[in-house]
């Protein structure tokens, strides 16, 4: 759709064409009809649909000489609209031209790629609204979709609406008629004749105001899943459930969130494909730890060691895209004049991920992994055995995750309350783990628990996990940094660049300190005695 200052975007109801609309509007209105245009958009978004939720989108046409973004904002805001190379498809924010678009984008999308989402061949009939003197007074595009098709996120990579679990939903191979789209642009001077006209749209002729468009249907008709890939465990649990079959139920679908972002992993499409792999894992490892008195020892000891290899050879992409991603706040940390120096650095750390990554698709693309993978899938889809050797497997779920959730609160108040200015940096991040391990059972399995006492002991954890992060990336960032030296010293400039690493090391060492400095003030709220007893009367069997 390519009226230039469009201020709002409607759906026409079900079983209403193109022509009926055109007709209706004609009939209502003195309208002339310009020359219709015929060509193809790709839809974009990230994998996770930020720009839907957002409420904008996105579409990319391509020419000749160069393709076409087009951005659709809120109601009353003109689209955005640059020039990019006829052959990209895949676009992180430094890769959108500078200007209004990427400005707009950038703070939505963070660290996310936009990728393709969905193909459509779109027609578009423009008209114009006249008056008793035959000036155009409104501008009007109706807009037909064909959905052709979800196209790869990359060369040779699965469709993004593909990546996530399906639902066994009615597909279609396409192509797939969707519904008219209208979008209406007023003139300068002539307020009234588009207000009327919207009016129309919405009281008369049943149109919905839309500005998201239709990607969603068409990627639903098509066969792919329009949720995006999730990071939050969505499932339905019951307090007197048996807790062996509620642990599978979360493990399979955190399962499934490792499976969706393997793809965009390997692909490397963005880096929070493999942190949200991480993630999945990580709490997967959780609930097989915290919940192992509902599964049988020897299984479970094998499968959490496959998933703790997982763990380890996804460490070094992501500790490298850490570096990376905060490498502008990194320099801000050296005086100005030093910043220059910083090059080779940064360059080294490049050079590192890219071997990291290559050996992460050695590791993830080997046997080792798929019978790593499959076996664990196994274990979930299938009979966990006699109860003898799980004692816990028919106990109420609701009983099982509260009492754990009150022994892992207690162990973080006796380790905490342990730490002193004489404890090693060993010692924070131990109870930062701990840390975690509460933070998961709260998230996975709090939904069985009222949502206000849970919410804010999340957001209490979460102060305390941010100064106890802070610490140990600080650690990290400091070890992967000092471990360039011996590399710096030999290339170009290196030398130069060792001067302005020693002082940034410097900096993180400074904030490190800082970090353990508010330790205590943090502790000391997640501590609180009516917390203590908040935890202690709230965590047990519901009712």
Do not use: C
């Amino acid at each position: 759709m390519s009226l230039t200052a469009p201020t709002r975007s409607y759906v026409a109801p079900a079983g209403v064409d193109a022509a009926a609309l055109v007709a209706a509007l004609a009939e209502r209105l003195d309208v002339a009809a310009d020359q219709p245009t015929t060509g193809e958009a790709t839809v974009l978004d990230t994998a996770d649909r930020r720009l839907r939720d957002a409420g904008l989108e996105l579409r990319l046409g391509t020419g000749r000489s160069a393709g076409r973004l087009t951005l659709r904002d809120h109601p009353g805001a003109p689209p955005l609209a640059a020039e990019v190379p006829p052959e990209a498809t895949r676009f992180l924010a430094p890769d959108l031209p500078a200007g209004p678009l990427r400005d707009r984008l950038a703070p939505v999308i963070e660290d996310r790629a936009l990728l393709p989402l969905v193909r459509l061949r779109v027609e578009v009939r423009p008209l114009r609204v006249l008056d008793d003197e035959g000036k155009t007074v409104v501008r009007v595009a109706v807009a037909t979709s064909t959905a052709l098709g979800l196209p790869p996120s990359v060369p040779d990579t699965a469709p993004l609406a593909a990546m996530g679990p399906l639902d066994e939903p009615e597909h279609s191979d396409g192509p797939v008629d969707m519904r008219p789209e209208l979008d209406v642009a007023g003139v300068l001077g002539y307020p009234k004749p588009l207000a009327r006209l919207t009016t129309l749209l919405a009281d008369d002729l049943a149109l919905s105001e839309s500005n998201a468009g239709l990607a969603d249907e068409a990627v639903a008709a098509l066969g792919g899943d329009p949720r995006g890939l999730r990071s939050k465990v969505e499932v339905h649990l019951h307090p007197a459930e048996r807790a062996d079959e509620a642990a599978v139920t979360v493990l399979t679908e955190l399962a499934g969130m490792v499976e969706a972002n393997l793809p965009g992993a390997l692909a490397d499409l963005d880096t929070e494909f493999v942190h949200d792999l991480r993630v999945a894992v990580r709490r997967s490892r959780s609930v097989l730890r915290e919940m192992k008195a509902t599964f049988p020892p020897e299984p479970l000891a094998r499968h959490r060691e496959g998933l703790k290899w997982i763990q380890t050879v996804t460490g070094d992409v992501r500790d490298l895209d850490v570096q990376l991603l905060d490498w502008d706040g990194l320099a801000e940390r050296v005086a100005p004049d030093r910043r220059a120096a910083m090059a080779p650095v940064r360059t080294l750390l490049a050079e590192r991920r890219g071997a990291a990554l290559t050996q992460l698709r050695r590791d993830l693309g080997s046997d080792r992994f798929n019978d790593v993978w499959v076996g664990y899938r196994l274990f979930l889809a299938g009979d966990l055995g006699p109860e003898d050797d799980r004692p816990a497997a028919a106990t109420p779920i609701g009983k099982v995750a509260g009492r754990r959730i009150r022994k892992v609160y207690d162990r973080m108040l006796a380790m905490g309350g342990a730490i002193d200015d004489a404890s090693p940096p060993e010692a924070l991040h131990e109870l930062r783990k701990r840390g975690k391990e509460l933070r998961y059972l709260l998230e996975l399995f709090g939904v069985l628990w009222p949502a206000d006492v849970v919410k804010p002991m999340v957001k209490t954890l979460k102060r305390l996990q941010d100064v106890l992060g802070l610490h140990q990336d600080r650690a990290v960032q400091i070890a992967h940094l000092g471990s360039l030296a011996p590399d710096l010293a030999v290339v170009p400039d290196g030398p130069d660049a060792l001067l302005s690493l020693g002082a940034l090391i410097d900096r993180l060492a400074a904030e490190q300190h800082e970090a353990r400095a508010d330790f205590a003030e943090r502790f000391a709220a997640f501590a609180a005695k009516d917390q203590q007893r908040l935890v202690h009367r709230t965590f047990r069997m519901p009712a």
